[in-house]
């Protein structure tokens, strides 16, 4: 029976594939859960698209994404999210931390501070020095056995040069999706000090 759902039963042996997840502790004794990259294979309809695109076999430049792949994601964001949105709001760009580094070059003037809160995903504070620009940090504060924002560090942490608040919903690692009056109150914070937020939302539908 053809079914387009993962298969989550299969076990795939990733090792010497080239995968880094796999080769960076090779022969050793580790788990590699340091990144998002998943084990099971692909849904049988991507597998089938891109057989479908080495078959025609040339590869030349694509000028724009095709029109079902825009009305996808308007349907996606219209249905998931409630967000109408129009097709040239769309920057298409080849993975997060392109996007990460492509703000934090766009917002603000050369030499800015760049605001996030940690711990956090690495590529979300090396996106400020990676373009010329400051890395602000504010901790993160525990309310029992979960993380929260701590204002009072992020008032002491913003600067007069601080043009940009990195955001990362869901959290890496913490793991909090943040809820709604967090986000409420972040982004009164941010209006308040006139930042823009650039918020990684790549796992959003965990």
């Not at 294979?41 to 825009?70: C, I, N, W």
């Not at 931390?97 to 996030?116: K, P, Q």
């Amino acid at each position: 029976m053809h079914t387009n759902a993962f298969d989550f039963d299969t076990l795939i042996d990733r090792r010497n594939t080239g995968s880094i997840k796999w080769d960076k502790y090779a022969g050793q004794d580790v788990i590699p859960m340091w990144v998002a990259d998943m084990d099971f294979r692909s849904p049988p309809a991507v597998m089938q698209a891109l057989h479908e695109r080495v078959d025609h076999g040339v590869f030349g430049y694509t000028p724009k994404p095709p029109a079902a792949l825009v009305d996808t994601v308007l349907s996606r964001l219209a249905s998931e999210y409630h967000w109408q949105i129009e097709p040239d709001w769309l920057v298409w760009l080849p993975g997060l931390v392109c996007g990460l580094n492509v703000v934090s070059r766009a917002i603000g003037e050369a030499g800015c501070d760049i605001l996030t809160a940690v711990p956090v995903y690495q590529h979300l504070f090396d996106a400020a020095p990676n373009v010329g620009k400051q890395a602000v940090c504010a901790p993160l504060a525990r309310d029992g056995a979960r993380w929260t924002f701590d204002f009072d560090a992020l008032e002491q942490a913003i600067t007069p040069n601080t043009r940009l608040f990195m955001l990362c919903n869901p959290h890496n690692p913490v793991g909090r999706m943040w809820d709604r009056e967090e986000l409420l109150a972040l982004a009164e914070f941010c209006e308040r000090h006139d930042l823009v937020i650039c918020s990684d939302e790549i796992h959003c539908q965990l």
